[in-house]
């Protein structure tokens, strides 16, 4: 299951483009960028804040945090990591504020977006029952690089993680889900 979903210099380039025109007050731009981007923020923010309307508020914020310095941000690395980045960051402060971290409830669960790329309700119940299988930290690994897309070395970064820390965690879950999925059938 190595990199699902992989960033193309093609969407990479289409990302910086749409943020270089919000930063010049596009609304369509940012209309599009959502549309784009929006599972993997939401995966983000709900792997981290672990609350259904948490992670929706950490997206709305997100987003209007995009607006605001899109003119700021420059075309070093990957427009993606830098979103997700923007969102990490404010589900950290979130969680400062609010001084607390919990697990996700099972109806939490079921708040993972219905138009997650390639998701039918069967998949997704599927993926919330395996996920429901694993810790926290191998849970968001598994969330931010299935789901959200993300890199394992861009995963590394954006929790502060060892790169092969990231893959041993991605690889066991995995394991661990499959084990659990073969015993169901």
């Known amino acids: 299951m190595e ?3 992989k960033e193309p210099d093609a969407e990479a380039a289409e990302l910086e483009r749409l943020l270089s025109n919000i930063g010049t007050g596009d609304r369509e731009a940012l209309g599009e960028l959502y549309t784009r981007t929006h599972a993997a923020v ?4 709900l792997s981290v804040m672990a609350n259904a ?7 709305h914020d997100a987003y209007l945090r995009i607006w605001d310095y899109a ?14 980045a923007v969102t990490r ?16 409830s099972e109806d939490e669960w079921n708040a993972i977006p219905a138009d997650s790329r390639g998701l039918d309700a069967e998949d997704r119940a599927l993926l919330q ?3 429901g299988s694993l810790d926290g930290p191998s849970r968001q690994i598994v969330l931010l690089h299935a789901v959200a897309g993300l890199k394992h ?16 965690k991605y690889s066991r879950a ?9 015993k169901g059938e």
Not at 71 to 82: I, L, Q, T, V
Not at 174 to 182: P, S, Y
């Open 3 to 5: 990199d699902l979903v």
């Open 42 to 45: 939401y995966a983000l923010a």
């Open 53 to 59: 309307h948490d992670a929706e508020e950490i997206c």
């Open 71 to 84: 003119s700021s941000y420059k075309a070093k690395g990957s427009p993606m990591a830098w979103i997700m």
């Open 89 to 104: 960051n404010l589900c950290l402060m979130e969680l400062r504020r609010k001084k607390r971290r919990k697990d996700m």
């Open 129 to 131: 029952w395996a996920l």
């Open 153 to 168: 070395r861009e995963i590394a970064k954006l929790l502060g993680l060892p790169q092969n820390t990231v893959l041993s």
């Open 174 to 182: 995995i394991a661990k889900m499959r084990a659990g999925l073969e």
